[in-house]
Structures are given as structure tokens and as C-alpha cells.
């Protein structure tokens, strides 16, 4: 039998779900004839046959996860070389490891008499539980982490344990995230761990717009006047290195929010593009999120973000910072205000601002000149 294994999709994703087969096992399929649809956390990849040949088996169904580097279709015969092809250079290593086994330990028996103590779960909670109470919470499929413990010095009890079992099956069972939204939760984890964010907000009052005005349009261009101001902001960050690339074009990651999960796109330099190639590039983004058609390097490569949250609502956020940039601009609702307008009280609409920097790689007066700058383009009349 000749293994085709799910070839690396690229951006460092470790794993596809089975969405549709195009083929059933007996068929003869002809080389890059497609095979399967598998869902990334980015977008619907369409996997091509890596030879020609009879499908033996396919390797799973759809719904399935498979993880790269693992079987996903069985031809018959044997046909080395075009397996070899099929594999990336970064998945050699998975050969070297294939059919092999792992002794993870042997089981001795013994007559000693040993007490139960509490041992501490994890090293961020600190939680105390003793053997017997931990292999109840695993029995009942209870993770001690999201337990209250009740006994003495903070152990958890079993108790503890059967109440959260109840809670649980009150609610139901979990919903265990997939595609865009399991990549968004990966993502923010990494955010968590690797970025120092701090936020700083401002208003921009809109007074001196005439007409009808593309707020997207215009809120790239703050950005970008932004960005010349201080171009700190529109940079790398190098945790291992400890350093920064400051970068001389500007490719936009753009938020796009969609009942699947979040989107990041990017948008290539805008700060050399008109309003007209602006806005085309945003329409065939939003088709292209909303079809599951982004291609992969429109996923990738953005220098700093703008999330345009407001036309959900609320005024001012602390966006999230995905490394290795190391900025993102929120825009929160427009809203009417009475503020002074040439020393005197007026009603105006006011936009308002958020940036959030890694302040590893920049200044807090670097961030303020940057929104400074950009709030002083969005207050031109046109």
C-alpha cells in the first residue's frame, strides 16, 4: 500500500477537518485530480491527489481532525516516490517516527501500604487534591482547574468535584472549538503569553466633515499619517532576539468578524494605494471571508491591524495584539456630543479611538503621537 498523509497547509497549521471527500474508496483517480475539502482554521482547502491510482481506504470521514503528517488516503501498490513528493520538507521528521512504538513505562506491584496526600495540579492554579479525588474528577471528566476547592489549605475535595460534575451536566456537554474559532483562542493564548499591551484611547470630533464619508476608507488613511508620524508602530517585535524591525510599507491587517470566528486579512500597502483600490480590496475581502475563499498569504504578513468594532457598538476597547506586530487600532462607535468647537459649545459627532502597543517595542510617547497624528487626518474635512 502506497500512504498519502495530509501535506503541511502552510502558516504553521498542524491540523485540517475532514469537510468533503470527492472520492470513495474503489475509485481510480488521476494525479492532482481533487480529492478532499478540509477546513483550516483559516479557509476550505481543496487537497489534490499527489499520484494516479485505486483509493484503497480513506483514512477518515467528515467531521474528523487529522493532524499533518497523519494518513489520509491509502492507494494500492506501492509508489515511493510519489509519496515522497507529497511530503514537505518540514514533515521529514514525522518518517522518522512512523510505525514506531513507545514504552512509556512498566507496572510493578508491591505490598507497601502508601497514605494518600494532596498534590498540587498544575503550576498556575496551585490546586491541592488527593489521588482518589483526582481520578473521580477524571471518572466524571472534570477539569480540576474550573474547581473551587473547600477543604483544608485549598484541597479539593469530592465534593467539590460531584458539585462541578452536576453544574456541568445542568449546561450540557462541551462545544469543543474548530476552525476559525479554536485558531482565534491558539491565538489569543500566544498574545497572552508573549506581548506587554498597553492601551491608550482619544476622540476624534468629526465637526468639519461635509457629504457622506467612508469611515473605513478614511480611518486607513489616520492610520497612515499615523504611521509617518512614528513609524514605530508598524513593526515586528523579536521575542527570542529581543528586538524590533521597524517596517517601510504598510500591509493592513484588517478584522473581520464573521459567526465562524475572527478573521485577520491583509490588506498590501496601503499607504500607496487610492481610496478606490482601498475600497475594491475591502469588497473582495468581505466576499472572500464570507465564501471561506481567502487565500493563505492574505492571512498572513500584516505590519499593524485596524479593528473597526464600532459599527457593532461600543466606544473604547484593549484589542489584542497578535505577535509579531506590535499595534492595533480599534474604532469604537461614532457618537453625538456637545463639545467646544472654536470656544464655543457645539453638537458634533465624535469618534472614538483605541491603540493598544507592545510596550517592549514602543514608547508610550510613540503611541500617543502616533494617535495624535491620526486624529488629526481624521478632523480634516475630506
Known sequence: MSIFKLPDLG??????????????????VKADQPLVAVET??????????????IVKLCAKPGDTVQVGKPLVEFEGEN???????????????????????????????SEVVAEKATTVGTAAG??????VRALAHKLNVDLT????????????AADVQRVHRILTEVGPLEKLKGPRKAMAQTMSQARDEVMPTTVTEDAVLHAWSGKQDLTIRLIRALVAGVK???ALNAWFDHVEIGRRVLPKIHLGVAVDTPEGLFVCVMQDVGNRTPESLRLGLQKMKEAVTNRTV????????????SNFGRFGGKYATPVIVPPTVAIVAAGRTRDAVVP?????????????????????????EATRFLSAMIRDLERPD
Open 127 to 132: 490546586l491541592k487534591v488527593a489521588p482518589a
Open 11 to 28: 502558516e504553521g497549521l498542524q491540523e485540517a477537518e475532514i469537510r468533503e471527500w470527492h472520492v470513495k474508496e474503489g475509485d481510480v
Open 41 to 54: 482554521a483559516k479557509a476550505v482547502v481543496e487537497v489534490p491527489s499527489p499520484r494516479a491510482g485505486k
Open 295 to 306: 487565500p493563505p498569504e492574505e492571512l498572513r504578513g500584516y505590519t499593524i491591524t485596524l
Open 146 to 157: 474550573i474547581v473551587t476547592p473547600s477543604g483544608p489549605d485549598g484541597t479539593i475535595t
Open 341 to 365: 468647537i472654536d470656544g464655543k459649545p457645539a453638537v458634533a459627532p465624535v469618534l472614538p479611538l483605541s491603540v493598544t502597543f507592545d510596550h517592549r517595542a514602543v514608547t508610550g510617547g
Open 80 to 110: 515511493g516516490a510519489a509519496a515522497a513528493e507529497n511530503k514537505p520538507a518540514a514533515s521529514a521528521a514525522n518518517e522518522a517516527i512512523r510505525d514506531t512504538g513507545v514504552v512509556v513505562g512498566a507496572m510493578k506491584q508491591g
Open 229 to 231: 508620524a512614528e513609524p
